[in-house]
Structures are given as structure tokens and as C-alpha cells.
């Protein structure tokens, strides 16, 4: 897996100067040995701003709530504290399932799987990781073997309850990673069944790139008392990708696109478009003016997603298009250019996506083009990344009128929903009838007291509302 923070420290420092102000290292995050020993084995030498914050309140068993991004570091800051406590708190019967960790998509919840088995190599604990869209038998048979963790993603994980093959009735650990795009996936109903499974007495986490109001209501009805946490984008990050803005009539799009890569000839391109159906059209398009390209969304097979990436990242595929749901958890370090066919009508996915490239130190080249409608999403991205984004009017289909409308409202909010059903609304909250007991009683508190991991998380889980 390419890592953004290389074990290298000085590509490190070129991707993010940030690092420069590192001064501690895992040593003093006091994580145990076997971890630690992990660590040094992958190249981690120093902790990155959110394990840096996150770690030391993980590891007191607070609740979490958090604002960052895919590429921050945050597996680790997540996965570390959690493979600690259940390191030195190991649990006496058979193996269970002690951490569920949720996330929206098969290509985040692999590599997150990933992650942690890098991370426990020296521990007694296994992982799986659970999606749809392939069989469930191996999954079936994983799972009778026992596992301490479980990465999944919701619908196959309610699947598998449904049939009895998953029991949540011992999780002590609860994350929800990515928790925006997994109500934009319209997964909220799926959530709240799966919350219904897990005991209240637990420590969750909740993690998300955005922050609009509904993560804000989710994270009420599921934290206790957390510690907020929030990684922006670093700004010299953004700084350091090459950003332009090409106004084009939408109608020209298409022609605008192939333009630019058979002129600028990019070596890896991402292309960003809305929708699947887009993406599929885009891929159609480019094909008849003689461009190879694949797509990946929520609507293909892992084969065919596996494929794709694949390609991508070896070389042999130039153009890749996705939906933002999909490119969430693409790990390639080296993508030339990133091409926003569309502009997103939440800014901060902007953000996200130029991230894509200039990553590990190279440089990037970030395009967007803004159609007719599209200048009211601009304006806002343009607010949040504190600057103009360059005009390139050097290119065929430049469109004064396009331009000129950039100060209008779009003419309707394009849907970013797909579709898994229409949302809940939020259930009220009812603080009684909790189950207080567990077999292991994780009430007593505190590493530094001695008592054992489990015995570190608080005891106020009482005033913990309910979902
Ligand atoms: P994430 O945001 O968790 O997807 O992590 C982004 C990339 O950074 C992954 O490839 C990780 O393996 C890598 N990474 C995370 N933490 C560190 C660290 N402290 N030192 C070096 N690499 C890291």
C-alpha cells in the first residue's frame, strides 16, 4: 500500500510541512510493545496531527468525534488505540467480536482491513473484513472460525446478522468511518438496526471528512460526551497542486475532456463525475474518440472495481473515472491529474478531491471545469479554499457565458444521494432500559490506575442516549 507519510522523513516533510512540528513519537503515545515493534517494522516513525490528538484520549476510553480526512492518517489513529486495549485487556472466552468498525465502501473497509492486520502482526487478534456484491460463504466460514474485529460495510453486515452468522452482542469498540458518504449512500436506516445489535456500554468513535448537520445529529445519538477532534485539509497541501478552472458550456464537456488529454497527454487522470450514470457515459464517450477508460462506482462488481484499480495503479490504464463515493479509499500515490468534469455541490468534496494528486511530495495538476450552472458551486469552494482558482482561457471551449453566470444561483441542487432509500427521520432518544452488565466489565477506569484495558472505560455509560 503507498503511503502518504513515508517512512522516508524527508518525502514526508515535502507532502506535509506539517510534520516539521512533529516532536513526539509512538513511544510516548504509550502504546504497548507489540504494537510499537509493528510500527518500526512498517516505517511509522512519527505520528501524524490526528494520531497525535486522537491517541491519548483513544486510550482513556473517551468517545470520539471526528473531522478527517481519507489520507490524514486516521486508520491508524483509530486502529492503534483500539488493538491496544484489546491487547492488554484479552478476553477470556472464545474469540468474539470486540470491535466492529463500519465504513461505506468495499474498497475503504479492504484497506482499512489492511491496515490492521499490518498493525496486530505481533498480536493475538484477527480481522476480517465484510462487503457485498461477492459471496458470503468465505465470509460465512471466517466468521465460524472466530474474529476479534469485524470491518464491514453496512448492508452485508445486516445480511449476515439476519441470518444469525454475526453476533455483536460482546462489542466493545464501535467506529463509523467515512459517516457522511454513508448517509449520502442512504445508508442511515441500515445504521440504526446495526446500532440496535451492539451493547450501549462501548467506546465509538465517529469520523467523517464532512460535517454538515445530519453527522452532527448522528454523532449526538451515538456519543458519549466526545472529544471533537477536527484534521482540516492542509492548506499547503492544496497549495501545492496545481489548480485550474476552465469555464465550458456543459454541452461541451465531453469535447473539452478529450481535449485535454490528448493534448497534455497526463499519465494517470482521474476523472470526477456526479453520478454513476455519468461515469458510465464518460467512459462511452471517451471510447469513441478513442481514449480507454474505466469507471468505477457503487453499481460494479468488485471484480470489475478490483480491475479497474488495478490497471490504474500499475500503469496501464491512463483514465479512470469515479463517483466520489467509490474514489473514497483509492490509495494511488501517484495521480498526474485530477479532472473535475463536474463541480460538487458540498465544497469540502472539492478539497477531497484535488487531494487525490500531488500526493507523497509530487507535484498536481487539479482541473475543474464549471458549466452554466455550476457557478454557485464554485463560488462556494472558492470561499473555502480562501482563494480564486485560476482562469485557463487558453483552451477551445472556453465560454464567456459560462463565466458570466458565475455569480447566479444553480438552477436546482443536484441530487448526490444514491439512492439506497429514502432517509429516516431521526428517532427520539430514550435514555432507559440500557443493558448495564457485561461479562467484561469495562466500568473501572484507566491504563495508568493498572487495571486491565477493558477496565478503562468510564462508568458514566448511563447518561448515554439511545438510538
Ligand atoms: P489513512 O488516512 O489512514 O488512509 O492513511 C494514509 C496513508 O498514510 C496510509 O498509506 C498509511 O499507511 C500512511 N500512514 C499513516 N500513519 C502514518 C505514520 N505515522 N507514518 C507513516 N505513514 C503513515
Known sequence: MTRLYSSAQNSAKQSLPICEMYHMDFKSLNLCQPLLDALAEIGYVTPTPIQEQAIPYLIEGRDMLGCAQTGTGKTAAFALPILDAMAEDPWAGPR????????????????????????ARHLDIRSMVM????????????????????VATPGR?????SQGYVDLSHVQFLVFDEADRMLDMGFIRDIRKILAHVPENRQSLLFSATMPKSIVELSRDMLYDPVSISITPDSATVEAIEQSLMFVMKGDKRGLLTHIIEEEKPEKVLVFSRTKHGCNRIVKQLGQDGIEALAIHGNKSQGAREKALGRFRNGTLQVLVATDVASRGIDVSDISHVINLDLPNEPEVYVHRIGRTGRAGQ???????????????LRSIEKIIRQEIPVDEDQPFHSEKARSRKGEKAPKKQQQNHGRGRRQPRKGKSNDNRSKGRSNDR?????NSGQSGGGRRRQQRDHRSRY
Do not use: H, W
Open 96 to 119: 468474539c467480536i470486540r470491535t466492529l468498525m463500519l465504513c461505506p465502501t468495499r474498497e475503504l473497509a479492504s484497506q482499512i482491513n489492511d491496515n490492521i492486520e499490518q498493525y
Open 131 to 150: 462487503f457485498g456484491g461477492v459471496s458470503q460463504r468465505p465470509q460465512e466460514k471466517i466468521l465460524r472460525r472466530g474474529v476479534d474485529i469485524l
Open 157 to 161: 453486515l445486516l445480511d449476515l446478522i
Open 363 to 377: 507535484g498536481g495538476i487539479a482541473i475543474a471545469f464549471c458549466d452554466e450552472n455550476e457557478g454557485e458551486y
Open 443 to 447: 466500568s473501572k477506569s484507566g491504563r
